[in-house]
């Protein structure tokens, strides 16, 4: 049957030397790598190659996927993208447009943290050589209302309309798209249907909750106070503009023996330093929305009121992260035990509401789209 997830054709079905100038394109890696879509080298197939291959077709508005040499890397084929095809390189997801937007999927794929956390072992080798589309097919992911993914793709889409005219520079380029990212994946964008919708959370949460407990998941909170200070040479730190990585450095200053190492927006503002004593919450949240999305702070979920009630709400408590060599039970770190839970239904074939709205996985919401040509539908995954 057709499949909206699949791969290129073998090597050995397209070789490197049946490539030639004019004709259909091939899209590979080079054509992703910079996670924005682009048109490099001259690479097509004749009209009779393609014949053969055109269950590989790639659409406009799918979603690409690097799974070998620079993996992980993504992108959305434009809008007017013309009849080309995929190399075994990548993985080409045709979303079920009712349900997904592509422009969120991309970004959900470059930074909402519970994908590097489902991702972070799952290449094969030693230094993640490559995924596969089954490995892409396992991936959880919290889906928010389609008309707020759409609003998400209309104000991304502003913001990548302006590069390469930015005269101020790539960095302030790349800190307004990582600002955007991270104001998406805060719930920022989910806040008012959220405030209108507190019956239904809490009813969700409380399921949630009766649901982990019968399952023998702890939601007790973290004691654990071993942070990991990042080292100058740290990547991330060159994505961060003046104030973030003050802010970051003030973070790591806090006392880890308060409120079991973990602070909140207003406890942080409260105890500001100069010089950024005279930030608005507002720019204070939106900093830590951009170092959480980077890695270099931990949002995790809060439980606001006691025991057992059943008017539960969530909001955010932040810490540091632990050491990467530190050894976590499961049962003294929920963050850690959540993910385990999921890991473990996931091979049961069950899915967990985690989130205001829906938690699913790839293969249960990017259905079978319908194509105009069925000749020409994917067919085959690898």
């Not at 490995?135 to 609003?151: S, T, V, W």
């Not at 407990?213 to 990991?228: A, F, P, T, W, Y």
Request: aromatic share 6%.
């Amino acid at each position: 049957g057709k499949k909206t997830i699949r791969t290129g054709p073998f090597g050995s079905d397209l070789k490197h030397d049946e490539f030639v100038e004019t004709g259909v394109p091939v899209l590979a890696i080079d054509n992703v790598v910079q996670n924005r879509f682009r048109w490099n080298s001259e690479r097509c197939v004749t009209a009779d190659k393609y014949a053969g291959f055109k269950r590989f077709r790639v659409y406009p508005r799918d979603v690409l996927v690097t799974i070998m040499g620079t993996v992980g890397r993504t992108c959305v084929a434009p809008d007017d993208l013309p009849e080309c095809m995929s190399t075994k390189h990548l993985c080409v997801i045709t979303v079920d447009k009712e349900r997904i937007n592509p422009y969120f999927l991309w970004a959900t794929f470059l930074c909402d943290p519970r994908i590097a956390a489902q991702t972070s072992g799952a290449g094969h080798g030693a230094i993640m050589q490559g995924w596969n589309s089954t490995i892409i097919r396992k991936l959880r992911f919290n889906l928010p209302p389609k008309q707020l993914q759409d609003r998400f793709e209309n104000v991304i889409r502003e913001v990548l309309s302006t590069e390469g005219t930015i005269t101020s520079g790539d960095t302030t380029e790349r800190q307004l798209i990582s600002s955007l990212l991270a104001y998406a994946f805060s719930g920022e964008l989910t806040a008012e249907w959220r405030q209108s919708h507190l019956g239904q959370l809490a009813q969700e949460a409380t399921e949630r909750d009766e649901w982990l407990r019968e399952n023998g998941v702890k939601l007790s909170m973290s004691d654990q106070r071993i942070h990991d200070h990042l080292d100058d040479n740290d990547g991330r730190l060159a994505e961060l503009n003046r104030e973030q990585r003050k802010l970051l450095e003030q973070i790591q200053n806090l006392d880890p023996n308060e409120n079991g190492g973990t602070f909140t927006l207003s406890s942080l503002v409260s105890n500001l330093d100069e010089p950024l004593d005279n930030l608005t919450v507002d720019a204070v949240r939106r900093h830590l929305d951009v170092l959480a999305a980077r890695g270099l702070i931990k949002a995790i979920s809060r439980r606001a009121g006691a025991g057992g009630s059943v008017n539960v709400a969530f909001g955010n408590l932040y810490r540091q992260p632990l050491k990467e060599d530190q050894i976590v039970g499961t049962a003294d770190e929920p963050d850690f035990q959540r993910l385990s839970e999921l890991d473990r239904l996931s091979r049961q074939g069950r899915v967990i509401s985690m989130s205001v709205s829906d938690s699913i996985s790839l293969s249960d919401s990017i259905d079978v789209t319908t194509l105009e040509d069925s000749s020409q539908a994917p067919d085959s995954e690898e």
